[in-house]
């Protein structure tokens, strides 16, 4: 089994800076798929990046430019660095994992990130 915690979230000004980290424990994740997805208040879960464990990224158009996904396999850990955030990027940001397939099996708790005007 893999367990997944998140952390650094918080609450920053718009045009701050966030950095998200998402330790994995359990089982070395350096061969997973790596996702990190946000949920806001009446909104439907959305993907926002993801990262192979070759190293291919994937970032939403929404954030484009401003977040990167990245991971260390020595540590276990993947990280979303958020910058120039805005209001719009408030939500409870989750981070997943996946091996092989198409669905991400595991799942962290979250952390809140919210950005004020």
């Known amino acids: 089994q893999v367990q997944l915690v998140e952390s650094g979230g918080g609450l920053v000004q718009a045009g701050g800076s966030l950095r998200l980290s998402c330790a994995a424990s359990?089982?070395?994740?350096?061969?997973?798929?790596m996702g990190w997805f946000r949920q806001a208040p009446g909104k439907e879960r959305e993907s926002v990046a993801a990262?192979?464990?070759?190293?291919?990224?994937y970032h939403a158009d929404s954030v484009k430019g401003r977040f990167t996904i990245s991971r260390d396999n020595a540590k276990n850990t993947v990280y979303l660095q958020m910058n120039s955030l805005k209001p719009e990027d408030t939500a409870v940001y989750y981070c997943?994992?996946?091996?092989?397939?198409?669905?991400?099996?595991?799942w962290g708790q979250g952390t809140q990130v919210t950005v004020s005007s």
């Open positions: 359990g089982r070395t994740v350096s061969t997973y798929t």
């Open positions: 997943a994992a996946k091996t092989g397939g198409k669905e991400y099996g595991y």
């Open positions: 990262i192979s464990w070759s190293g291919n990224t």
